[in-house]
């Protein structure tokens, strides 16, 4: 049974997913601190250093954010972005210590079936889907679309016309608003609202794996309600947060340490910096018959898998360097990239994945 918990009625806000009853995902949202990735902010560029090729936009937050160039639109890579210029854009990485929100111009409004990118052209349709609907679902964004992209997920197979096209002007009326408060505020700020927050953790879930959804105010309810209407189950019960105290701070200690058990044998080393999260691959414990060419296979996927869910709960965010057990073999390079790429797909942030790479590593044994 999986059971989202959206708590606002606290000091600290809460996203907590549990399964069976335990905790598989938990979010703090702490007041002044709710920077989260994906929010929305209108600032100003304050510098544009060409040596870095990257801009600093004040945000109306402590530290200006950063803007690589090649986070740029489509229409600001045409016309280009000028110092004082006010822009809106998105935190794609939370501030971190010195360091301030990443951001991209490339917005991205998403909902369970769709993605609308309002400052780019054009449909880009799932290949998963079959060749006919993925040519039917073309034919129908096509006269949708006056302004702005859409990406249309796998999910869509599920849905209908009338509810793809309701998700799209919904989201479109979303970025609209935006537009709007950007106007009236004048002036650097967070254009999303925290409402919006809590509803993002339902963005991408496939509803149909949740049993129900549990708030403890009335307000939030009716606006899930109003946007997924009968698709999910939500009840108020004010007094979640007792029963879920002992079960929050023992998820809080297994995400406090370094060491996390894979299983199998297999243990994963996390270590975060201010420049990448580096998650280091460990399989002294392993055993098996196998020979040590599958055996490294096996633990790769093992670590895989797991590596995917401490991304997810511990909120990783920006470069992150997973540094698997050697494997010569491109087939077995495949097949644990296979595995990542299905196990990361469970998360409902948007994830690069790049091949194995060759790292620069200084040694003190002869080449």
Known sequence: ???????????????????????????????????????????????IDHQLNASFVDIGLETPGYLDHHDYNQHDQASGLTEGQYIIVQVTKAPFLSKGARLTRKINLSDQALVYLPYEEGGNVSRKLADDKRQELQTLFSGQLNTGGVVVRTKADALSDQ???????????????????????????????????HLKYLEGRDLSTIDQVIVDDVKLKR????????????????????????????????????????????????????AMTVIDVNSKSYTSNQSRARSVVSINKQAAKQAAKVIQARNLSGMIVIDF???????????????????????????KLYWFSRMFIRTDEEA
Request: some cysteine.
């Open 1 to 47: 049974m999986t059971t989202l918990f959206l708590l606002t009625q606290l000091t600290e806000k809460l996203h907590i997913t549990t399964e069976q009853e335990i905790i598989t995902d938990l979010q703090f949202i702490r007041p002044n601190e709710d920077v989260l990735v994906g929010a929305i902010f209108y600032g100003r560029i304050t510098d």
């Open 163 to 197: 509810e793809l096209l309701i998700q799209l002007e919904t989201l479109q009326a979303r970025f609209q608003h935006y537009l709007a408060c950007a106007k009236a505020q004048n002036k650097p700020g967070q254009l999303s609202s925290t409402s919006e927050t």
């Open 223 to 274: 606006q899930i309600e109003s946007v997924y209407s009968d698709r999910v189950q939500v009840q108020v019960k004010k007094a979640a947060i007792q029963g879920l105290a002992p079960k929050i701070t023992a998820y809080i200690e297994r995400l406090s340490t370094p060491i996390i058990d894979a299983g199998l044998g297999v243990e994963l080393i996390v270590q975060q910096t201010e």
């Open 325 to 351: 057990i050697r494997m010569p073999s491109r087939k077995d390079q495949q097949a644990v990239m296979d595995t990542l790429k299905k196990a990361i797909a469970e998360d409902t942030l948007p994830v």
